[in-house]
């Protein structure tokens, strides 16, 4: 049961960014999934999530209007389009699932399993 996070990089305010969480070995579509961010010397934040069908999102304030998180079952595979990028968007972005839940919501993070390593995302101002 892996999930790996990809799509990160360098660039600059204003512009865009995909990210794309892949599961394998994993029953996918039984699980509302999130997107968690955490910058240099900060705590663990939530970003985005969405549930198990893919029909209902959730987003924290700091984001909403600017990212869509979506999923597709078929692949196994969850994405984050970030546009409109600030430099305070800058941190590790990781995604998680949520084995107790179909739904989207708030997540703390805690108790959720599998977690996937992250991928770097930095906004240039």
């Known amino acids: 049961v892996q999930l790996q996070a990809s799509g990160g990089g360098l660039v600059q305010a204003g512009g865009s960014l995909r990210l794309s969480c892949v599961a394998s070995g994993h029953p996918f579509s039984y699980y509302a999934m999130g997107w968690f961010r955490q910058a240099p010397g900060k705590e663990r934040e939530f970003v985005a999530s969405i549930s198990s069908n893919g029909k209902d999102t959730y987003y924290t304030d700091s984001v909403k209007g600017r990212f869509t998180i979506s999923r597709d079952n078929a692949k196994n595979t969850m994405y984050l389009q970030m546009n409109s990028l600030r430099p305070e968007d800058t941190a590790v972005y990781h995604c998680?699932?949520?084995?107790?839940?179909?739904?989207?919501?708030?997540?703390?993070?805690?108790?959720?399993?599998?977690w996937g390593e992250g991928t770097q995302v930095t906004v240039s101002s």
């Open positions: 998680a699932g949520d084995p107790t839940r179909r739904s989207a919501g708030y997540m703390t993070g805690d108790g959720m399993d599998p």
